[in-house]
């Protein structure tokens, strides 16, 4: 298993030609309490950088972006009635949705989590 970083603070946790994107830890702290999420229709074919989701926190709203090209074979439902799993667990229970990953050369362009940990630390 691979996780690789946007500059977005998305995430992609990619196993075999499949990818589950959130977002990371540092964004779900920025955002504060999260109050909602609008996830995609399964089914959806988004290209790299398209908007994939939507997460609503007492702050603000945020898009969530796609990290890579795909088709989204599943979203996290338990998001729905539990939108607050995004604060206590954003890189496990608190996924978005999963894509089946169309062009894999896109993840080279992702961080890797210690260069993503090098990213927070120059922005902080």
């Known amino acids: 298993m691979t996780v690789r970083y946007t500059k977005d603070h998305e995430y992609i946790r990619v ?3 499949t990818g589950t994107v959130g977002i990371s830890d540092y964004a779900q702290a920025q955002l504060g309490d999260v109050v909602y999420v609008e996830l995609p229709a ?3 074919v988004l290209n790299k950088g398209d908007e994939a989701a939507v997460v609503e926190s007492v702050k603000a709203a945020s898009e969530v972006f796609a990290p890579v090209s795909g088709t989204v074979t599943a979203t996290n439902s338990e998001l729905e009635g ?3 799993l995004v604060n206590e667990d954003s890189a496990g229970k608190g ?3 999963r894509l089946q990953i169309t062009d894999p050369a896109e993840l080279d362009g992702l961080m890797t989590e210690e260069a993503y940990a090098e990213f927070i630390a120059s922005i902080s």
């Open 42 to 44: 399964i089914g959806r």
């Open 15 to 17: 196993e075999g030609d």
């Open 95 to 97: 996924w978005f949705l």
């Open 82 to 84: 539990a939108p607050a």
